[in-house]
């Protein structure tokens, strides 16, 4: 069955520095969302990509999606302690029904001060 | 404020008991969703539900029942038959379900986490 690989699954990095999540499939995406959530709270959506090659940014984080709609990377540049939290990406594969969404298993990232 | 509320934030149940979570919405959406998170595991869907009085079976719907009787309200019972309910339940909700990928973008609530004593 179809899968979302997300990597690395832990992350730690000091306060200021550049980083990227991925988030891989073994098939063709038709929507890709990126999710951030904090210890024992529900998920916030951040961004939702469709098409190849697409990149958005909201304040200091960037996400894309690669031509092949395969691998969706999300950049946090110049990190900060409220980064801190699991990352997940959530994809829509695109299959017949109603319910046609898969996740990742998540990437837990500590910023410190 | 438009939002997804969950209620209780803790639940403990003692075994043999049937608990309800409560979850509610006034987004207008129509598609509601019910996930388990389980540590180091993806979301895992339970049940969710397109429009009023329809729903359908997720992954793991053994052991929980739903109803979907107003377009705001989705509770989840957790029945004595779940042998491992201690876990963290999230609700979600989108415009559709099985529409496009932007109409389909979920939106969760702030989970309730169940303990069985």
């Known amino acids: 069955s179809q899968e979302l690989e997300q990597s690395p699954q832990s992350l730690i990095v000091q306060e200021g520095k550049n980083l990227t999540i991925n988030c891989t499939s073994s098939k063709t995406l038709y929507g890709l969302y990126w999710y951030k959530q904090k210890y024992g709270e529900g998920l916030i959506f951040l961004m939702m990509l469709q098409k190849g090659g697409e990149e958005k940014s909201h304040e200091k984080i960037t996400a894309k999606l690669d031509e092949k709609k395969q691998q969706s990377s999300l950049h946090i540049t110049a990190s900060q302690p409220s980064h801190a939290g699991i990352y997940l990406c959530g994809a829509d594969k695109g299959t017949s029904g109603t319910y046609k969404y898969i996740f990742g298993t998540g990437t837990r990232l500590k910023v410190l001060a | 404020d438009g939002g997804i509320t969950q209620s209780p934030k803790y639940l403990f149940r003692k075994e043999g008991q049937n608990v309800t979570l409560s979850c509610e919405q006034n987004?207008?959406?129509?598609?509601m969703y019910w996930y388990r998170q389980d540590p180091g595991q993806g979301l895992r869907l339970i049940y969710y539900s397109q429009i009023v009085n329809d729903f359908q079976k997720g992954d793991i719907a053994e052991g929980y029942s739903v109803s979907r009787e107003k377009k705001e309200s989705f509770p989840l019972t957790v029945t004595s038959a779940q042998k491992n309910p201690t876990a963290f339940y999230l609700c979600a909700s989108s415009i559709l379900a099985g529409g496009t990928s932007s109409t389909d973008t979920q939106y969760f609530g702030p989970g309730t986490r169940l303990t069985v004593l």
């Open positions: 987004l207008n959406h129509d598609a």
